[in-house]
T-cell receptor, first 110, second 113 residues
Framework: EDKVVQSPLSLVVHEGDTVTLNCSYE??????LLWYKQEKKAPTFLFML????IEKKSGRLSSILDKKELFSILNITATQTGDSAIYLC??????????FGTGTRLQVFP | ETGVTQSPTHLIKTRGQQVTLRCSSQ?????VSWYQQALGQGPQFIFQ???????GRGNFPPRFSGLQFPNYSSELNVNALELDDSALYLC????????????FGDGTRLSIL
């Protein structure tokens, strides 16, 4: 059965800290891996990763994929209270089906 | 550019009833996927529509059905509602199949009493 596992489940940090969120997967027919941020309702798209070893960056956020070891990490540097959210990792299969992990809840305190 | 919009935002139903949820895809997007997100869980894939045809289905019973219209908007219908159907129902659209990110609407919060 296809599965995506995220860790940690929950993380509490202070503003300015750097955090690393983990995502491992076991799926058949991998196409790409996506990261989303979910604050209240709609998950908002952060990154799509298709190739191993190529870091994607957007401001203080960055992500990389390792297709040999079947995992990805999402890094957030100099965290701010606005980064508080649930971060979802999802794998897109060749069937165009998205398989989500349970998410990591990040809380950033001033 | 208009994003993905869903209606209604909240809905309360009782067991055994039927419900229809609606989704307007983002401009230029012809693919719509529906997800169920229970409290504390990641979204679970229900099914996907591409150019008005179903293009894949997750592990949901037949009482979950859908439609996609010529303007690429979509409906999710659930018959014989059960308590476990209480969840946030998310719609996502993308600009075709393949390696294209899906963009989500705010969802419909469905509560079954």
């Amino acid at each position: 059965e296809d599965k995506v596992v995220q860790s940690p489940l929950s993380l509490v940090v202070h503003e300015g800290d750097t955090v690393t969120l983990n995502c491992s997967y076991e799926v058949t027919n991998f196409r790409s891996l996506l990261w989303y941020k979910q604050e209240k309702k709609a998950p908002t798209f952060l990154f799509m990763l298709t190739s191993s070893g190529i870091e994607k960056k957007s401001g203080r956020l960055s992500s990389i994929l390792d297709k040999k070891e079947l995992f990805s990490i999402l890094n957030i540097t100099a965290t701010q209270t606005g980064d508080s959210a649930i971060y979802l990792c999802a794998v897109l299969l060749n069937t165009d089906k998205l398989i989500f992990g349970t998410g990591t809840r990040l809380q950033v305190f001033p | 550019e208009t994003g993905v919009t869903q209606s209604p935002t909240h809905l309360i139903k009782t067991r055994g009833q039927q419900v229809t949820l609606r989704c307007s895809s983002q401009s230029g997007h012809n693919t719509v996927s529906w997800y169920q997100q229970a409290l504390g869980q990641g979204p679970q894939f229900i099914f996907q529509y591409y150019r008005e045809e179903e293009n894949g289905r997750g592990n949901f019973p037949p009482r979950f059905s859908g439609l996609q219209f010529p303007n690429y908007s979509s409906e999710l219908n659930v018959n014989a509602l059960e308590l476990d159907d209480s969840a946030l129902y998310l719609c996502a659209s993308s600009a075709g199949l393949g390696v294209k990110p899906q963009h989500f609407g705010d969802g419909t919060r469905l509560s079954i009493l």
